[in-house]
C-alpha cells in the first residue's frame, strides 16, 4: 500500500500548526504511521532556504522568490516525501505547492500557470490526496500572527492587497477541485476544526484501504 499526502494551507495565522499537531495525534492512535512535515524546511537544504526567505531584510525579486520555494520543494520531495509515500506512510505537511500558486501565482502576481509549470520539475509527479484550507479574513490571521510572537516575518509583513490577493488564489484553487479541497472556517472553535479534519480524513483513509481503530 502507497501512503497518502495531505497538505495544510491558508493565509498567515490560519493556524495550520495546531491542526496538523491534533490531526498526527488522530493518526498515532489509530494506530498509523505518521510523519508531520514544513514548506519551504524538512531537509537541511530547505532550512537554509527557508531561513532566506522568510528573513526581514532579504530583498527577493517574485521570480527568485518562486524559484527558491521549488528548490526547496525539490529536495524535501525527493529526499522525505516519496520514501515516506513508499514506505506507506500518511505525511501531513504544513503547505506544499498550493501555496507557491496563491502565494507568488497571484500574490506576486506571476500568474498561477507560470507558477504550476516552474513546480513541475519540483513536484515528480507527487501530489496531494487531501488539502485542507484554513480560511481565515487577512486582518484577523495577521493580527493572531502578531500576537503569537514578536515580529513578523518577511511574508507576513507585506501589506493587506497582497494577503488579500493570496486568500482569493486560494479561494480559485479550491474552487477548480473541489474533490482534493477540504475548506474549513479557521474562525470556528479549535475542536470543531479538528472534528471535521480527521472526519474527512477517516474517510479518504477507509477509501483508500487503511484500517481504523473505532470512531472519530
Same mark, same amino acid.
Given at each position: @500500500?502507497?501512503?497518502?499526502?495531505?497538505?495544510?494551507?491558508?493565509?498567515?495565522?490560519?493556524?495550520?500548526?495546531?491542526?496538523? &499537531?491534533?490531526?498526527?495525534?488522530?493518526?498515532?492512535? &489509530?494506530?498509523? *504511521?505518521?510523519?508531520?512535515?514544513?514548506?519551504? /524546511? !524538512?531537509?537541511?537544504? /530547505?532550512?537554509?532556504?527557508?531561513?532566506?526567505?522568510?528573513? *526581514?531584510?532579504?530583498?527577493? =525579486?517574485? !521570480?527568485?522568490?518562486?524559484?527558491?520555494?521549488?528548490?526547496?520543494?525539490?529536495?524535501?520531495?525527493?529526499?522525505?516525501?516519496?520514501?515516506?509515500?513508499?514506505? !506507506?506512510?500518511?505525511?501531513? =505537511?504544513?503547505?506544499?505547492?498550493?501555496?507557491?500558486?496563491?502565494?507568488? $501565482? #497571484?500574490?506576486?502576481?506571476? /500568474?498561477?500557470?507560470?507558477?504550476?509549470?516552474?513546480?513541475?520539475?519540483?513536484?515528480?509527479?507527487? #501530489?496531494?490526496?487531501?488539502?485542507?484550507?484554513?480560511?481565515?479574513?487577512?486582518?484577523?490571521?495577521? &493580527?493572531?500572527? @502578531?500576537?503569537?510572537?514578536? $515580529?513578523?516575518?518577511?511574508?507576513?509583513?507585506?501589506?493587506?492587497?497582497?494577503?488579500?490577493?493570496?486568500?482569493?488564489?486560494?479561494?480559485?484553487?479550491?474552487?477548480?477541485? *473541489?474533490?482534493?479541497?477540504?475548506?474549513?472556517?479557521?474562525?470556528?472553535?479549535?475542536?470543531?476544526?479538528?472534528?471535521?479534519?480527521?472526519?474527512?480524513?477517516?474517510?479518504?483513509?477507509? &477509501?483508500?484501504?487503511? /484500517?481504523?481503530?473505532?470512531?472519530?
Amino acid at each position: @500500500m502507497t501512503g497518502l499526502l495531505i497538505t495544510f494551507e491558508g493565509p498567515e495565522g490560519a493556524g495550520k500548526t495546531t491542526q496538523i &499537531q491534533l490531526l498526527a495525534g488522530y493518526l498515532a492512535d &489509530q494506530p498509523l *504511521p505518521v510523519e508531520v512535515l514544513r514548506e519551504p /524546511g !524538512g531537509t537541511s537544504l /530547505g532550512e537554509k532556504i527557508r531561513n532566506l526567505l522568510l528573513d *526581514p531584510e532579504q530583498e527577493i =525579486c517574485p !521570480g527568485a522568490e518562486a524559484y527558491l520555494y521549488a528548490a526547496a520543494r525539490a529536495q524535501l520531495v525527493n529526499n522525505v516525501i516519496k520514501p515516506f509515500l513508499d514506505q !506507506g506512510r500518511i505525511v501531513l =505537511c504544513d503547505r506544499f505547492a498550493d501555496a507557491s500558486i496563491a502565494y507568488q $501565482g #497571484w500574490g506576486r502576481g506571476l /500568474g498561477p500557470q507560470r507558477v504550476k509549470e516552474a513546480n513541475a520539475l519540483a513536484l515528480d509527479g507527487i #501530489w496531494p490526496d487531501l488539502t485542507v484550507l484554513l480560511d481565515i479574513a487577512p486582518e484577523a490571521g495577521l &493580527q493572531r500572527a @502578531m500576537d503569537r510572537r514578536a $515580529g513578523l516575518d518577511r511574508i507576513e509583513q507585506e501589506d493587506l492587497s497582497f494577503h488579500r490577493a493570496v486568500r482569493q488564489g486560494y479561494s480559485e484553487l479550491a474552487g477548480a477541485e *473541489p474533490a482534493r479541497f477540504l475548506v474549513v472556517d479557521a474562525t470556528l472553535s479549535r475542536e470543531e476544526i479538528s472534528q471535521r479534519i480527521s472526519a474527512r480524513t477517516a474517510a479518504l483513509l477507509l &477509501q483508500k484501504g487503511f /484500517g481504523l481503530r473505532g470512531e472519530v
